[in-house]
């Protein structure tokens, strides 16, 4: 199951309307161990999920035609803000033409964390149904929230300050 951006037009606005893109939380998903990945990001360094154990990661599955992109800027937000207490972002492209359409993307936006491409086989590790997909993974290395749709930027925000305040044995 590869997820496709055919036109934007055609995805856009179907974005902001579906019902997995409103404020869901993906219960399931939730307390368990987030599944470990090693991907590279554009300049080919690995980036692996299991090396930011510690910090509370915030983990956004994306795509460049997506109208889920209105979240990036509170993620460089958040990352800005929340750095030094230990929280890392990372954002997973799901575009299915890769680099092609997410480098011209990246060099326009200027991204504060570093970004992926992921792949099908990562999709369904983490239940990405429909995008977009925001994950908060605990310091324990526990997923502690998974939603589905555009996030609620003040209660999430809050979520983070709160697993920021958490140590890593919770």
């Keep these: 199951m590869r997820y496709r951006a055919f036109t934007p037009c055609v995805f856009v606005a179907p974005c902001l309307l579906l019902p ?40 956004d599955f994306w795509a460049t035609w997506c109208g889920c992109k ?29 680099w092609k359409s997410v480098k011209p993307f990246l060099a326009e936006h200027k991204l504060n964390y570093p970004v992926v ?6 999709g369904q590790q983490f239940e990405l149904v429909n995008m977009p997909l925001t994950l908060l993974i605990g310091r324990n290395g526990n997923i502690a929230e998974s939603h ?18 958490e140590s890593t044995t919770n």
């Design 20 to 59: 997995a893109c409103s404020h869901k939380s993906s219960p399931a998903s939730i307390g368990r161990p987030a599944p470990d990945f090693s991907l590279v990001d554009p300049s080919g360094t690995p980036v692996r999920l299991s090396a930011y154990k510690g910090k509370v990661v915030l983990l």
């Design 70 to 98: 209105i979240e990036i800027p509170w993620y460089v937000e958040f990352q800005n803000k929340y750095r030094d207490a230990g929280l890392s972002a990372i954002g997973v492209s799901m575009d299915a033409d890769g």
């Design 117 to 122: 491409i992921g792949n099908d086989d990562l």
């Design 148 to 165: 589905a749709g555009v996030v609620d930027k003040e209660r999430f925000e809050a979520k983070i300050r709160s697993l920021l305040q």
